[in-house]
């Protein structure tokens, strides 16, 4: 049974397309997040949500928008993709503040031409 | 802002030697410190963390990590790697009074030779 489960795995899409990815937990975890790993590995947090409401969220183009329609779920559309947005998009849950650490999905390789 | 740095980027072992890899961050008040690994074409998975209590904590896989408050420092190490350890590996730090955020140090990437 995969605790965070992130779909497709890999996304390839042409510039200005739209296009979405959904993360999925099954751990009864409170707290989800969207992270974005670059091609030189750095990690960043994108978006935050708690019970299903916004509490972070970093600086990113308003291109992306997080929905989570429950706390379950939390999926990431992006809007008129553009080449830098092409890297591994990580999805991860945790309990509270996420002081015991995240659990994070197998990512997704999104890949912009 | 909090911060973490991982001096060391790119690390190049052979099997049976030592590994220490740095972390360092920049906040002063109460922290919870983690170590991650990612192998190729892997998601991230928690190696060790340190919340309270002994300094010198003890993970997966044969790895440990010392937590020195006053270096604010929590260094990974193991006695002897393995080509099986061939990751990237990245320090993590979460304030204990900053809300849910995990921030990630930029990650040291281990290649062990066999």
């Known amino acids: 049974d995969t605790a965070v489960s992130q779909t497709p795995k890999y996304l390839v899409t042409q510039m200005g397309n739209d296009k979405s990815i959904k993360c999925e937990q099954n751990?009864?975890?409170?707290?989800m997040y969207w992270y974005k790993q670059d091609s030189k590995k750095f990690l960043k947090i994108m978006f935050s949500?708690?019970?299903?409401?916004?509490?972070i969220n970093e600086t990113v183009p308003n291109r992306f928008s997080p929905k989570s329609p429950d706390k379950a779920h939390l999926n990431l559309h992006i809007n008129s993709l553009e080449l830098g947005d092409s890297a591994v998009y990580f999805c991860?849950?945790?309990f509270g503040t996420g002081a015991n650490g995240y659990t994070f999905g197998s990512g997704t390789r999104l890949t912009v031409v | 802002a909090q911060s973490v740095s991982q001096h060391n980027h790119h690390v190049i072992l052979s099997e049976a030697a030592s590994l220490e890899l740095g972390c360092n961050y920049s906040?002063?008040?109460?922290?919870?410190l983690f170590w991650y690994v990612q192998y190729p074409g892997q998601h991230l998975q928690l190696l060790l963390k340190?919340?309270?209590?002994?300094?010198l904590v003890k993970g997966i896989k044969g790895f440990e990590a010392e937590f020195i408050k006053s270096k604010f420092s929590f260094n990974l190490r193991k006695p002897s790697v393995q080509w099986s350890d061939t990751a990237e590996y990245f320090c993590?730090?979460?304030?204990?009074?900053?809300?849910?955020?995990?921030?990630f140090g930029g990650g040291t990437r281990l290649m062990v030779k066999p």
């Open positions: 991860a849950s945790s």
């Open positions: 751990l009864g975890h409170d707290t």
């Open positions: 949500y708690n019970n299903k409401e916004l509490i």
């Open positions: 906040y002063g008040g109460t922290v919870n």
């Open positions: 340190y919340f309270s209590g002994d300094p």
């Open positions: 993590a730090v979460n304030q204990n009074n900053a809300g849910n955020m995990l921030t």
